[in-house]
Structure formats: structure tokens, C-alpha cells
């Protein structure tokens, strides 16, 4: 079935720090990757939609300068948490999807702790 | 928007027990329906989906009907096993194209034998 991999599983880093999440589709090409935020005992809330070769669009209330993603190819979306604060501390996971009418399939997530 | 509900848990059941895990949503159009789960430690599974009206959608004894009337897609399995205790998301997908899953809030299972 189809792999979606996500780099990597956990990161601890010191407040300040830019951090990189790679998630790559291993077995498919994902025209589409999604990103989420999920919060202890909370549901995934959608942070933002890329589609290969084009910016992404950002949801609601997600800076789009603190969280900068990149959709290069068909097989890779990253990622990046500009000088993270502990705020940012969260578990994240992105998600792809060859088109609309197939089903999403997830990374297994990055757990994020900014000290 | 578009939003899903489903019970709040945790719900915890013994061995061989019914479970009903209730998920209503809002949403214009006619989205696709999906319940996800996530065990400890792990990524999110698709478990199963239906993307119309009646539509029944069934894995690993599991089961959920798409009901339009009444808006719902409830998660169901007849004898729960300790193995199926985890976290279960119930979600929607709207049918434009590139459109992204919003979920639920999810729901814990805990089976003790």
C-alpha cells in the first residue's frame, strides 16, 4: 500500500532554532500534502495544503512565516518551524494524496518539544 | 464551514463488548465520510470510508453507514478485542479537488479483558 514517511520522529531543540520536517511519499507521487497540528488529547487541526510546484495555502490563523513549506517534487514536502519558542512544542504530521478522490495517507508523525 | 462531532471519550469497554462510537457532521455538498484510528505511538490508519449516501464502509469487523438524513456516520464493531484500543478519529472530506480532511475530535478506546 502506500507509504508516506515522515523525518523525523522526534526533535528537542533549544528556543530559537529552526527545525526541518521532511515528508516524503515512497511508493506514489502526491500532487497534494497536507500538514496538521495535532495538540495532546486534541483532533488534527489543518495548518496548510501544497500542491507540487506551487506556494501553499495557509489556514486561517497559521503564520505563514513561522511555518514555511516547501512542495519541490512530487515525492517530497517539507516542513520548516522558524525560530521555534516553546509554544510551538506540538506533534505534527503531514498527510498525501495522489487526487482528491483517493484517500490521504499519513506520515507518523514528528513530535516537536522546543526547551 | 465544514465541521465533524463525535462523542467524547474516553469510552472504555470489556472484552466482547458492543461499541458505538457516534460522529455527526456539517457540510455542504456531498462530502466523502472516513474513520481513522491511531494506535499508541503511531500514525494515523485509514479504518474505513463511504463517500455517498447509504454507503456502508467496513474493515477488521468494524462498520459505519453514511446516513445523509440524519447526518451521521457512527463506528460500530459487534466484540471489541484489547487490540482495538486506541484513539478513533472520525472525518470528512469535501469533493472539490485538493480538498484536505477535517476531523474530529477523537474518541479513546480502552478494552481490558
Known amino acids: 500500500g502506500a507509504v508516506v514517511s515522515q523525518h523525523p520522529s522526534r526533535v528537542i531543540c533549544k528556543s530559537g532554532t529552526s527545525v526541518k520536517i521532511e515528508c516524503r511519499s515512497l511508493?506514489?507521487?502526491?500532487?497534494?500534502m497536507f500538514w496538521y497540528r495535532q495538540f495532546p488529547k486534541q483532533s488534527l487541526m489543518l495548518m496548510a495544503t501544497s500542491n507540487e510546484g506551487s506556494k501553499a495555502t495557509y489556514e486561517q490563523g497559521v503564520e505563514k512565516d513561522k511555518f514555511l513549506i516547501n512542495h519541490a517534487s512530487l515525492t517530497l514536502s517539507t516542513l520548516t518551524v522558524t525560530s521555534a519558542h516553546p509554544e510551538d512544542s506540538s506533534f505534527y504530521i503531514c498527510s498525501a494524496s495522489t487526487d482528491s478522490n483517493q484517500p490521504q495517507h499519513f506520515g507518523d508523525g514528528t513530535r516537536l518539544s522546543i526547551l | 464551514g465544514d465541521s465533524v462531532t463525535q462523542m467524547e471519550g474516553p469510552v472504555t469497554l470489556s472484552e466482547e463488548a458492543f461499541l458505538t462510537i457516534n460522529c455527526t457532521y456539517t457540510?455542504?455538498?456531498?462530502?466523502?465520510l472516513f474513520w481513522y484510528v491511531q494506535y499508541p505511538g503511531e500514525g494515523l490508519q485509514l479504518l474505513l470510508k463511504?463517500?455517498?449516501?447509504?454507503d456502508k464502509g467496513s474493515n477488521k469487523g468494524f462498520e459505519a453507514t453514511y446516513r445523509k438524513e440524519t447526518t451521521s456516520f457512527h463506528l460500530e464493531k459487534g466484540s471489541v478485542q484489547v487490540s482495538d484500543s486506541a484513539v478513533y478519529f472520525c472525518a470528512l472530506r469535501g469533493n472539490q479537488a485538493g480538498t484536505a480532511l477535517i476531523f474530529g475530535k477523537g474518541t479513546t478506546l480502552s478494552v481490558s479483558s
Open positions: 511508493d506514489f507521487q502526491a500532487t497534494t
Open positions: 463511504a463517500t455517498k449516501a447509504d
Open positions: 457540510a455542504t455538498g456531498y462530502p466523502s
